[in-house]
Nanobody, 124 residues
């Protein structure tokens, strides 16, 4: 089992930055690819970013490319999402997820473990 706990959400003005963290415990290792997803009120959950188990490969949704950066520190069992130039449409609950293979994916159903989410609010 893998437990994931997100942190770092909050209220920020448009154009500002936030850094989300996801601490993993349990059977975590570089064998697990990780991802960030988000869900705005009244909308379906959507893919944001993903990273391979070794941290070398990353992939982003077009809506965040160039503004968000996903990274991981396997020694600390933690992944991060640096969010810059935030827009009101970036608001929502951000979820960290882990999948039991090292290759990344933008498809949420391929992820095996999920955190409880952290809220991000962006004021205009």
């Amino acid at each position: 089992q893998v437990q994931l706990v997100e942190s770092g959400g909050g209220l920020v003005q448009a154009g500002g930055s936030l850094r989300l963290s996801c601490a993993a415990s349990g059977r975590t290792s570089s064998s697990y690819a990780m991802g960030w997803f988000r869900q705005a009120p009244g909308k379906e959950r959507e893919f944001v970013a993903t990273i391979t188990g070794n941290g070398v490969g990353t992939y982003y949704a077009n809506s965040v490319k160039g503004r968000f950066t996903i990274s991981r520190d396997n020694a600390k069992n933690t992944i991060y999402l640096q969010m810059n130039s935030l827009k009101p449409e970036d608001a929502g609950v951000y979820y960290c997820a882990a999948r039991s293979v090292p290759s990344y994916s933008d498809y949420d159903r391929t992820y095996d473990f999920w955190g409880q989410g952290t809220h991000v609010t962006v004021s205009s």
